[in-house]
C-alpha cells in the first residue's frame, strides 16, 4: 500500500494567514494527488484534483502543487471557512489511501 | 441535482454482518464508479472499495474478506456488506461517487451513517 503522510497534524493560524499543508506519499504517484476539506460533522469536499486542478467553485485562494512523492495545499489568505480538517488522497494505484488529515484551528 | 443517501444500522453487534445502501436519487447511477469509504472515529479516511454501475468491482486488500460491495440499478442504488464486525470497525461509513477519467476525485458524497459496533 502507498502511505500517505501529512504535516502539521494539526495548525493554529489567524484569518488573513498564508497557510501550507504538505502530503508525502511513501513512492511516486506522479500527480494523482486529491486534496479534499471536510468540517466537522460533515462529509468530505473536493478541493483540488490531480494535484493542480480547482475543483469547480472552490475559491481561488486555494490552490495545489507537486508531483512524484511531494505535494502542498495552499491557501493563500485564510478565511473564516477555511477552518476545517484537510485530508489528501492517492489514486494512483488501489487500494487508494488517504493521509491522516491536517486540522486547521484559529489562533 | 444528484444526491447520495446512506440507509442502515446505526448499531452493529460483534461478529454480525453490516448492511448499509446508497441511493442515488436526481441521476443516473449508470456510467459511474460507486464507492465506500470510512471514517473510525478522530481518525483519517479509509477507502473500502467501489463498484461500477456493470458490476465489476475493486476492494481495499485489508478488507476483501469480509465485504461484498452490489449495484441495484433498477432501484438506482448500491450497498456494502461487511461480515464479521468488530468494534474496530465502528466508523462512519460514507458513499460517494467518483468522477472517470485518469485524474479523477470523488465530486459526491453522502452525508455518513455512523455505525457502531457493540452488544
Known amino acids: 500500500d502507498i502511505q500517505m503522510t501529512q504535516s502539521p497534524s494539526s495548525l493554529s493560524a489567524s484569518v488573513g494567514d498564508r497557510v501550507t499543508i504538505t502530503c508525502r506519499a511513501s513512492?511516486?504517484?506522479?500527480?494523482?494527488l486529491n486534496w479534499y476539506q471536510q468540517e466537522p460533522g460533515k462529509a468530505p469536499k473536493p478541493l483540488i484534483y490531480?494535484?493542480?486542478s480547482l475543483q469547480s467553485g472552490v475559491p481561488s485562494r486555494f490552490s495545489g502543487s507537486g508531483s512524484g512523492t511531494d505535494f502542498t495545499l495552499t491557501i493563500s489568505s485564510l478565511q473564516l471557512e477555511d477552518f476545517a480538517t484537510y485530508s489528501c488522497?492517492?489514486?494512483?494505484?488501489?487500494?487508494?489511501?488517504f493521509g491522516q488529515g491536517t486540522k486547521l484551528e484559529i489562533k | 441535482q444528484v444526491q447520495l443517501q446512506e440507509s442502515g444500522p446505526g448499531l452493529v453487534k460483534p461478529s454480525e454482518t453490516l448492511s448499509l445502501t446508497c441511493t442515488v436519487s436526481?441521476?443516473?447511477?449508470?456510467?459511474?464508479?460507486w464507492s465506500w469509504i470510512r471514517q473510525p472515529p478522530g481518525k483519517g479516511l479509509e477507502w473500502i472499495g467501489y463498484?461500477?454501475?456493470?458490476?465489476?468491482?475493486m476492494y481495499n486488500p485489508s478488507l476483501k474478506s469480509r465485504v461484498t460491495i452490489s449495484v441495484d440499478t433498477s432501484k438506482n442504488q448500491f450497498s456494502l456488506m461487511l461480515s464479521s464486525m468488530t468494534a474496530a470497525d465502528t466508523a462512519v461509513y460514507y458513499c460517494?461517487?467518483?468522477?472517470?477519467?485518469?485524474?479523477?476525485?470523488?465530486?459526491?458524497w453522502g452525508r455518513g451513517s455512523l455505525v457502531t459496533v457493540s452488544s
Open positions: 460517494a461517487r467518483r468522477i472517470t477519467g485518469t485524474g479523477w476525485y470523488y465530486d459526491l
Open positions: 436526481g441521476g443516473s447511477i449508470s456510467s459511474y464508479f
Open positions: 463498484i461500477y454501475h456493470s458490476g465489476s468491482t
Open positions: 513512492q511516486s504517484i506522479s500527480t494523482l
Open positions: 490531480a494535484a493542480s
Open positions: 488522497q492517492q489514486t494512483y494505484s488501489t487500494p487508494y489511501t
